[in-house]
């Protein structure tokens, strides 16, 4: 049985940011998170990392989701430039 994602929610307002993980092969959430998805409302968009291990293997999904625009195109501007692309930037909540 899979759970489903975790998510940790830092900071109010416009400086919010909300960590999403989730993995085909966890079983619990750590400290300080939560079972479910990163709320929807005021979101800017999500810098998103996925990672495939083989044929029927692990999928991980991690995500750090901003709340203001302030925060959130700093955030844009590195997301799309960090790991020579293996990060996207998406405007919807990420998804496992």
């Keep these: 049985m899979v759970l489903p994602p ?3 929610i830092n900071g ?27 709320p929807a409302a005021d979101l800017y968009g999500c810098c998103v990392a996925s990672s495939a291990f083989g044929p029927g293997g ?5 995500a ?6 302030t925060t959130g195109e700093a955030a844009k501007q590195a997301c799309t430039s960090r790991d020579g692309g293996s990060t996207v930037w998406q405007t919807t909540l990420p998804s496992p």
């Design 6 to 8: 975790c998510y940790e």
């Design 12 to 38: 109010s307002g416009a400086s919010r940011t909300c960590t999403y993980l989730f993995s085909n092969s966890l079983m619990f959430c750590g400290a300080g998170y939560m079972n479910g998805f990163c």
């Design 58 to 62: 692990y999928t991980t999904v991690n």
């Design 64 to 69: 750090v989701c901003y709340y203001g625009p």
